[in-house]
């Protein structure tokens, strides 16, 4: 039994908007990515998580309680950033931070201040004047600085730079390595696989996918480029493979998990560039979205 825990939810709004018939777990100490397109209707999911709206059929749980109907007990361990978060703009930063934290109950804000350290955060200025990134690291010192056991985040890194970014992945880690539990849905596709240990993809309310990031990496699909010294010898290691488009000097093809064999084959030539490109996690997911299209 996962910490959370999606049963067969529908949430039908009319015209194919909404969830349907929609069950994946989140295992204590995992992070979990939940990927798909705008309108997938992950942030659907999200709500219904969080207790603001009920499902129509199946039920969502988080630590074995109903999120609809203990919703405020739930929310006192969650650590919640909406996608579009809702800012009182006449407050300062500071001031909205102390009011979340009130809020929350917290005693003092030593953790809240080293993320505003770390993520470089000056939050004395009235919010209506900060930009997307500004309000974005607010978001997330507000979801962090409780220190909660489980974390819900909806595209988190929306706004940042990439130097923040990567801080960001750095704390998701950290919070990892302390057990923490970790729904992350996110367009960032290269935070997903330095986070993630599984990852659900969504596509018009449906499940699409679940698996684990590793397996989810090795099937994604490989291009080699090698440029050798001659024509010839080009030649002579297209033969060898079918898939394998000839331009003079330059042989590329898609290698899957033949990457061992094109690589041993090459070192009988003589190579003078080599590069391997890996398809993106973005470029997989479109995969499934459009294979299941078809279908």
Do not use: W
Not at 115 to 132: A, D, N, V, Y
Not at 171 to 189: A, Q, Y
């Amino acid at each position: 039994m996962g910490l959370i825990e999606i049963n067969h939810i529908t949430k039908d709004y009319g015209k194919g908007k909404g969830v349907f018939d929609l069950s994946f777990d989140v295992q204590e100490g995992e992070i979990l990515g939940f990927l798909g397109p705008n309108g997938a209707g992950k942030t659907t999911t999200i709500r219904q998580l969080l207790g603001f709206i009920k499902p129509d059929v199946g039920s969502v749980s988080i630590f074995g309680k109903n999120c609809f109907l203990q919703a405020h007990e739930i929310q006192r361990e969650l650590g919640y950033l909406p996608g579009e978060i809702a800012f009182m703009d006449s407050m300062s930063g500071i001031e909205f931070i102390r009011f979340v934290a009130d809020m929350k109950g917290m005693n003092g804000l030593e953790r809240a201040k080293e993320l505003m350290e770390r993520f470089e955060l000056e939050p004395s200025g009235k919010i209506k004047k900060m930009s997307k990134g500004m309000k974005q690291k607010i978001g997330i010192v507000c979801a962090f600085m409780q220190n909660p056991r489980i974390l819900i985040l909806d595209e988190p890194t929306s706004g940042l730079d990439p130097l923040m970014q990567n801080r960001f992945v750095e704390l998701v880690l950290e919070e990892k390595k302390k057990g923490k539990t970790i729904l992350m849905s996110s367009h960032i596709f290269e935070e997903v696989e330095r986070t993630c240990d599984r990852a659900a993809i969504i596509r018009q309310g449906r499940l699409v996918a679940v698996d684990g990031m590793d397996r989810l990496c090795q099937g994604r699909k490989k291009k080699i480029e090698i440029t050798f010294a001659d024509a010839d010898m080009a030649l002579k290691y297209g033969e060898v493979f079918k898939q394998a488009q000839v331009n003079g000097c330059r042989v590329s093809m898609n290698v899957g998990n033949d990457m061992d064999m094109a690589v041993k084959e090459a070192a009988r030539y003589t190579v003078k560039d080599l590069n391997i490109n890996t398809q993106s996690l973005e470029e997989f997911f479109m995969h499934f979205y459009s294979q299941n299209r078809e279908d």
